[in-house]
């Protein structure tokens, strides 16, 4: 019935149509509370930058970064930065080459501007700054669950190169194509690497935010900034709503505050 109703509607029409529907994910925004607060600031490139509240405390601190693919602009702008320490968790196979590929370049300067597809070229970070030390890859999936294997489903776009635990991707379906990944936790991740409170968490993890955040308020791991993409949103349903809502919730009980978020993407900053 869609295929005929494209055949026989012009398509400027169908446009017209497709504009007096709503967009559930904008009215949902306009429900959410800000906390205006100074000093937010951005490091990375459109697609995988992000937003956070400038801060001291950062330096010389370690960073969760969960999630990432083959745009590390923020992570090593992040080190760069505030001679930070980034423990990067992800266990998609193009991921952890992009990062091999970066640990074999450390020390080397940029030589051409940053491509803004989510697929950097090696040569267009500045890693004057990283070495062994400070840029670490955990080659699992961060979950609430410590050492447990699950199904890593294959995005729908082959050519994306982001896999998910909850396949939100393909509406939720059990029987599409997957690899098989270790999960670890935040709890584990913190034990491991003896660090006593952690200042930052980036969560871009496609579907499986929504049961870490709750794993670490049950666990009382609290970092001083939560940047999360509830990715789920990029393909609004009741579903999606729903498991960003109560989350949601549950950060403004633990007293955290909504600070901002990116009309592009589902991109969320907490701040306690």
């Given at each position: 019935?869609?295929?005929?109703?494209?055949?026989?509607?012009?398509?400027?029409?169908?446009?017209?149509?497709?504009?007096?529907?709503?967009?559930?994910?904008?009215?949902?925004?306009?429900?959410?509370?800000?906390?205006?607060?100074?000093?937010?600031?951005?490091?990375?490139?459109?697609?995988?930058?992000?937003?956070?509240?400038?801060?001291?405390?950062?330096?010389?601190?370690?960073?969760?970064?969960?999630?990432?693919?083959?745009d590390a602009s923020f992570d090593i702008?992040?080190?760069?930065?505030?001679?930070?320490?980034?423990?990067?968790?992800?266990?998609?196979?193009?991921?952890?080459?992009?990062?091999?590929?970066?640990?074999?370049?450390?020390?080397?300067?940029?030589?051409?501007?940053?491509?803004?597809?989510?697929?950097?070229?090696?040569?267009?970070?500045?890693?004057?700054?990283?070495?062994?030390?400070?840029?670490?890859?955990?080659?699992?999936?961060?979950?609430?669950?410590?050492?447990?294997?699950?199904?890593?489903?294959?995005?729908?776009?082959?050519?994306?190169?982001?896999?998910?635990?909850?396949?939100?991707?393909?509406?939720?379906?059990?029987?599409?194509?997957?690899?098989?990944?270790?999960?670890?936790t935040v709890k584990n991740i913190l034990?491991?690497?003896?660090i006593n409170h952690l200042e930052m968490?980036?969560?871009?993890?496609?579907?499986?935010?929504?049961?870490?955040?709750?794993?670490?308020?049950?666990?009382?791991?609290?970092?001083?900034?939560?940047?999360?993409?509830?990715?789920?949103?990029?393909?609004?349903?009741?579903?999606?709503?729903?498991?960003?809502?109560?989350?949601?919730?549950?950060?403004?009980?633990?007293?955290?505050?909504?600070?901002?978020?990116?009309?592009?993407?589902?991109?969320?900053?907490?701040?306690?």
């Amino acid at each position: 019935m869609k295929k005929f109703i494209k055949k026989l509607l012009p398509k400027f029409i169908i446009n017209y149509l497709k504009n007096l529907i709503p967009n559930k994910k904008n009215s949902l925004l306009k429900k959410l509370k800000f906390d205006h607060i100074k000093d937010i600031t951005y490091l990375g490139t459109d697609y995988g930058g992000w937003s956070f509240l400038e801060n001291t405390n950062l330096k010389n601190k370690i960073i969760i970064s969960a999630g990432l693919g083959e745009d590390a602009s923020f992570d090593i702008e992040l080190i760069s930065k505030y001679n930070c320490k980034v423990i990067a968790v992800d266990p998609t196979p193009r991921a952890i080459d992009h990062y091999n590929q970066i640990k074999m370049n450390a020390g080397k300067p940029k030589k051409e501007p940053y491509r803004e597809d989510g697929k950097l070229k090696i040569s267009s970070y500045d890693l004057t700054q990283i070495n062994d030390e400070n840029f670490i890859l955990i080659k699992k999936a961060l979950y609430n669950s410590n050492n447990e294997e699950l199904k890593f489903f294959e995005p729908p776009n082959k050519e994306h190169v982001s896999f998910s635990i909850n396949n939100w991707q393909n509406d939720y379906k059990k029987d599409t194509n997957f690899i098989k990944v270790e999960t670890i936790t935040v709890k584990n991740i913190l034990d491991k690497f003896n660090i006593n409170h952690l200042e930052m968490i980036k969560l871009d993890i496609e579907g499986a935010q929504v049961e870490v955040l709750k794993n670490m308020i049950e666990e009382k791991i609290f970092p001083n900034q939560i940047l999360v993409e509830f990715d789920e949103l990029n393909k609004i349903n009741e579903l999606a709503i729903n498991r960003f809502l109560n989350v949601h919730q549950k950060l403004l009980t633990e007293n955290y505050k909504l600070v901002k978020t990116s009309n592009n993407f589902p991109n969320f900053l907490y701040v306690k």
